[in-house]
């Protein structure tokens, strides 16, 4: 019998209705003929509660202990999640981490999973029953809870998904799949059938991801087909999976716009081997995070280097920047803040010609002025003004066709 | 050092002042120079509200799962425990029964602990830290989560004492002792310095005590002094210790009421083999507790069979005994309502002749009617008129002079 794994977000887990329904879900698959392993996330807002009760103990609590308290709420949901399942009619399971061996290493509140215990699960499918497993959690080799981050969840589904050698691992949400671009900036963005796990990696990477970049990293690893759909309707959703070759023939797969940003130029820094390292490793202790540098010489003696952040991290970024005016010389600093990153993703550029010409092309007809550009191998990203950044997108999503269904596009 | 286990209840934990003033508690018996391990159960009104989140998934939930779901309450409440005492600047660790391998037998909801662990919990307190660990759980051979049933947390504590070789298991709650009596009925009821595990055992099954039967019995078989006291005041408890030779000097320890009763009166039963035991065995069918049961000979053919149920009781039992008329012959049924029990305790009934004696002149001074008596070998019961309960209660404490210290008390 295939096994499917089913995964559900707090929100689709929120209360005693919405339970039912997931349960109904996981029913259907089961009555189709597979074997199913549900994992699930804390009820609604059950872990701000949890959080909120722990800061008002301590508001640096260990983080042991986090993840100890923080367990509980995946936990609470599978078994309220069996109950529904046994009230329905069917035979159901409920497991911890712990109790499926989902070891993890001993990082608490980031841990990563080493590795996963089949055997009980598999048992209990070939007495047909349901298997609930607690997602976000593990323990490490001490028994000690685990948990494993943001995303925490989709990547304990993935990894079972992968333990286990199921056909699928379908990701249920908000959202009925991955859309071309933002549906709510582009109107006509499409939903995409299929987009691989190197163009989700980079959209994830870009603040567009429906899903967590390190299970979309394991499903790449392990090879499980992840299927993004939503928990209201029945439609398909969009498969990550790895990339098949109709996929080199769309240039384009998605585009992303990011606001609240913020670049900082630093301008006329002396040359000096390791000067960009105590830079970065000031902002690292600071907190701030990085998204691309440039860095250009501008004499042999001097280079200006910018890069961008959250406008979140403005702060904490000048202050680190204040810090090391007297290990670093720089001439001056310009903060903009009025600024938005425009990116088009899609694999096909690694084989396609002329994709970033034709990006500025339709920039510049849209009149967008653009301040930098960055690229990967898969990507290119160009800083707009803050108050063009949704002209720009409508600009190069018309360009690459994100209108249109990716069979339909045109090459 | 010697080892200390504190046990908080509900109340005790039920918001974060609380938990920091336990917190404090703890901190007191570390400082004094002891090892100190907590054991704790769920915050306030959390286990209600996680039965009532399932019976609305499932009325009739899957018993594995309820264990499943309310073991997170204790865990919970250990891990914020354990960030208070972080705060306040002491290390600490929390664990979950499982983590402490708290083995029990299968038996979901009301497990039997079979064994404990005590080497992690060493192993921590050795390092300095307060060990917290979850009540009321513990895991089976499978690694199935259990509870204990009621009284499950004072259970943990008490095994975990014993486990550990604990000088002592103290027991917080909102009651600063054990009472000769109910102080609300009789104002002159003073606190016990101690009480052996015996007479706590009939205290506990006549519905006064603090403390659950089965917690009281571990305490009894592993020799673990329990010191019931008030979690909010730093006053000396009741110790419940094994019987002291002091303790057979004073006949009378406590004195108990129990309301809400009824006596079933079948008169007349045909005497023939097995006919109390059908009588019984469909009453426990219809799963109704049967106290006391009294059986007298009216003739060689015929018996008078009663018993008391608790009032809640009275629809079942009634509709148990119409269905056993076919079976068991008998002339009529009288049920009587407006009852109560009132019982005195003691050791030391043991060794003194005279004690029904002396109970029943002081209910008769009094002008009591007793309908019935029952006896074990330390306590005597009488059933009164319930609206003669609390005259019949002061007479006997009168009588015996539960007003007074044990010590001050004639023999």
Known sequence: MAIV?????????????????????AIKAKQAGNSVVVVASARGKQTDQLIADAMELNPNPPKREMDQLLSTGEQQTVSLFAMALEA?????????????????????TKAR?????????????????IVLVAGFQGVDENDNITTLGRGGSDTSAVALAAALGAKECEIYTDVDGIYTTDPRIYKKA?????????????????GAGVMHGRSIEFGKKYNVVIH???????????????????????????????????????????????????????LAKAKVVVNDIIQTEVSKEK??????????????????????????????LFVREDIAEV?????????????????????????????????SEIRISCIVDEDQAEKALTAVCDAFELDKLAENRSK
Chains 1, 2 share one sequence.
């Open 5 to 25: 794994v089913q995964k559900f977000g707090g929100t689709s887990v929120a209360n005693a209705e919405k339970i039912r329904k997931a349960a109904a879900r």
């Open 88 to 108: 329905m009619g069917h035979k159901a399971i409920s497991f911890t981490g712990s109790q499926i061996k989902m070891i993890t290493d001993s990082v608490h």
């Open 113 to 129: 999973i080493l590795s996963i215990g089949a055997e009980r699960i598999e048992k209990e499918l070939a007495a047909g029953r």
């Open 190 to 206: 499409v939903k995409m059938k299929q987009i691989s796990y190197d163009e989700m990696l980079e959209l994830a990477s870009l």
């Open 228 to 282: 993004v759909r939503s928990s209201g309707d029945e439609s398909e959703g969009t498969l990550i999976t790895h990339e098949v070759p109709q996929m080199e023939g769309v240039v384009v797969s998605g585009a992303t716009i990011q606001k609240d940003m913020a670049k900082f130029a630093l301008i006329g820094v002396e040359n000096s081997p390791g000067n960009a390292a105590k830079i970065f490793t000031h």
């Open 303 to 332: 280079a200006n280097l910018s890069f961008t952040t959250a406008a979140s991290d403005i702060e904490p970024a000048k202050e680190a920047i204040e810090d090391i005016k007297g290990e670093v010389k720089f001439d001056s």
């Open 343 to 375: 990116s088009v993703v899609g694999v096909g550029m690694r084989t396609h010609y002329g994709v970033a010409d034709r990006m500025f092309s339709a920039l510049a007809k849209a009149k967008v002025n653009i301040d930098s550009i960055t690229t």
